[in-house]
């Protein structure tokens, strides 16, 4: 992804709430002047409190979906039974064989959700209470791993475009394209406004709503923001900048988004309190009923990537593999750096498991605290060392989450 070098100034009706005491000396190299559009009406009503706390979407759990039994007869060879509409007090108990081929294939119905399954014996989830490591491609290669082995997940539905994010809902991948398609089909809901998306390949995140997907936002590269299903709409970045031409001026609109990190409703899992949108210039903007945080060297212009929220902030995943955290007083870098060179590839996202974050590379390799983990296993070469891979995920597909 390549690096954007311009700078952005901060609205000027942005009051953050905290300031924090930085360990750099931002250097401003420009001037910026971030305008928000005329006609838009945020609905959000910011109204922090100190007892809030951020939710890391990595904690959601994930209810599974249960796994069909088939049901056999002496002469025929068994046919699969399908439970289409499970409820939240069944237990399903998952059985994935490796060679279990259904002979007949049922007729999907809209409200049904394909599950992945993986090619070869699934993956030793040695990772993050009992959960592993699922990889994303941008040609649609879908991996799952632990810390020491790995296997491709075959997708039971195709996909239309190049995807750039995948989502875990239920234990089932969704695919988001750059186009904005989503993916399955049967995981799509009806729009419930927002932001007109800017579609001509620029959809940069998604992430669904509520414990089912019941809804889910959509981001893209020039700070717009849809909401669909349960989901709530509570406002767009605005990144813009003043061209001058001679006798000419102007404002252009700047892809600078990069990620979106939602706060769901306590009271309410289905829908969200609001949600964050990082900057690649290190910029953080809240939006709906969540506490405004401070921007990480916004004036500097650092290729952020990503971010997570955390129990006392967020922290941000930097171009060269650095992560950076906010602890609602200061900012600390983590040192797990995996750049050394110039020619080195870069970083692209991060999740925080076993109290440390994995790291992932543009050819799919995975560093901790300065490692590499084990990422040239028997069943995992031919899967990673190609550039192209793109986002992480924690969980395990197709297999039930431990409760914690």
């Known amino acids: 992804m390549p690096t954007e070098t311009v700078v952005e100034t901060p609205t000027p009706t942005e009051t953050p709430t905290a300031t924090p005491t930085a360990t750099f000396t931002p250097v401003p190299t420009e001037t910026v002047v971030e305008t928000p559009t005329p006609t838009e009406t945020p609905t959000e009503v910011p109204t922090p409190t100190a007892t809030f706390t951020p939710v890391p979407t990595e904690t ?19 046919t699969p039974t399908e439970v289409p509409t499970p409820t939240p007090t069944e237990v399903p108990t998952p059985t994935p064989t490796a060679t279990e081929v259904p002979t007949s294939t049922p007729t999907p119905t809209a409200t049904e959700v394909p599950t992945p399954t993986p090619t070869a014996t699934p993956v030793p989830t040695a990772v993050g209470a009992d959960r592993g490591l699922v990889l994303l491609s941008q040609d649609g290669t879908v991996v799952q791993r632990g810390k020491d082995s790995g ?30 398609g989503i993916f399955p089909e049967s995981f799509k809901k009806d729009s419930n406004g927002g932001s007109t998306l800017d579609n001509l390949g620029n959809i940069i995140d998604m ?15 020039f700070g717009n923001v849809h ?22 001026r102007f404002k252009q609109k700047l892809p600078l988004a990069v990620d979106l990190e939602v706060v ?66 200061e900012f600390n870098t983590v040192t797990n750096a995996i750049i050394n060179t110039v ?21 799919g390799e995975i560093f901790t605290n300065k490692l590499r983990i084990n990422n040239d ?24 989450a431990p409760v914690e």
């Open 227 to 248: 909401a669909y299903g349960t989901a709530a709409f509570h406002g767009s970045a605005v990144y813009e900048e003043e061209v001058i031409l001679g006798t000419y």
């Open 264 to 329: 769901p409703d306590p009271a309410n899992p289905a829908t969200n309190l609001g949600y964050y949108i990082l900057a690649s210039n290190g910029k953080v903007t809240a939006f709906g009923n969540v506490p405004a945080m401070p921007s990480f060297s916004e004036e500097l212009g650092i290729g952020a990537l990503a971010m997570q929220l955390t129990e006392k902030g967020y922290a941000v995943l930097l171009r060269d593999g650095f992560v950076v955290e906010w602890n609602g007083i």
């Open 343 to 363: 020619n080195e590839p870069g970083a692209v996202d991060f999740v925080w498991a076993d109290n440390t974050y994995f790291v992932m590379n543009e050819l």
């Open 151 to 180: 296997t491709e997940v075959v997708l039971d539905y195709a996909i239309v475009g190049r995807p750039i994010d995948l989502e875990l809902v239920n234990n089932q991948v969704v695919l988001t394209t750059v186009n904005g």
């Open 60 to 78: 959601v759990v994930e209810t599974p979906t249960p796994t069909e039994v088939p049901t056999p007869t002496p002469t025929e060879v068994p």
């Open 207 to 221: 992430e669904p709503v509520g414990p089912n997907g019941e809804g889910y936002l959509v981001l893209d590269r």
């Open 377 to 400: 296993p028997a069943s995992f070469q031919n899967l990673t060392g190609f550039y192209g891979f793109y986002d992480l995920e924690l969980g395990t597909v197709g297999v039930a």
